[in-house]
């Protein structure tokens, strides 16, 4: 009997475990267990994101928001993605439903940017090394730009991939190529 991969999806900022919808139902078909989990603040249990849109929209020109809890003079603490940011950074290689549904489920999305923080996430090989990791690299990701991409798999990742003509939400843009890499990742290394 073939040994099939457990695959666990998290989302990104401000995003949830819904959006894996489109690369869920694939990877099981094909007999992988699949678990999407909604992190803390996000997915669907929390408010929605319309509720504190109203709250905030004095100014109708900002497509997105920053708040600033410990001062102006510091960085933002949080932030909520504004529709024309999503569609033009996220999603813009991806179809325009797939664009609606995040437009009605994203939430903020908060910035650990303090010592404390970043000490407690700090990646060593007793955290994190033990750990094989693959890079899949979206060709067209308006988000983290290719310097950036190449930074983090210098400093990190065992394998890397690359689906050419994805955006930075690749679950939608290229669902089915995405699953064909993760098909091939778990083939690997389970």
Request: net charge neutral.
């Amino acid at each position: 009997m073939e040994k099939k991969g457990h695959f666990v999806l998290i989302h990104g900022a401000s995003h949830g475990a819904w959006c894996w919808y489109k690369v869920i139902p694939q990877l099981k078909s094909v007999g992988h267990k699949v678990t999407a989990m909604d992190m803390a603040g996000a997915g669907i249990h929390p408010k929605q994101v319309h509720e504190f849109k109203e709250k905030m929209d004095s100014d109708k020109a900002m497509d997105s928001q920053f708040l600033f809890h410990n001062g102006l003079d510091k960085p933002p603490t949080s932030a909520c993605l504004g529709p024309n940011f999503m569609a033009s950074k996220f999603y813009q290689l991806s179809p325009p439903e797939d664009l609606t549904l995040a437009l009605t489920l994203v939430r903020h999305v908060g910035f650990f940017n303090d010592e404390e923080s970043i000490k407690a996430v700090a990646l060593t090989k007793e955290k994190y090394g033990t750990v094989p990791r693959v890079y899949i690299v979206c060709g067209k990701d308006n988000i983290l730009k290719q310097d950036f991409q190449r930074w983090i798999v210098e400093s990190s990742p065992n394998e890397v991939k690359l689906i050419p003509d994805s955006d930075h939400m690749i679950m939608f843009s290229k669902p089915k190529e995405l699953c064909s890499c993760l098909e091939e990742i778990a083939e690997k290394y389970t």
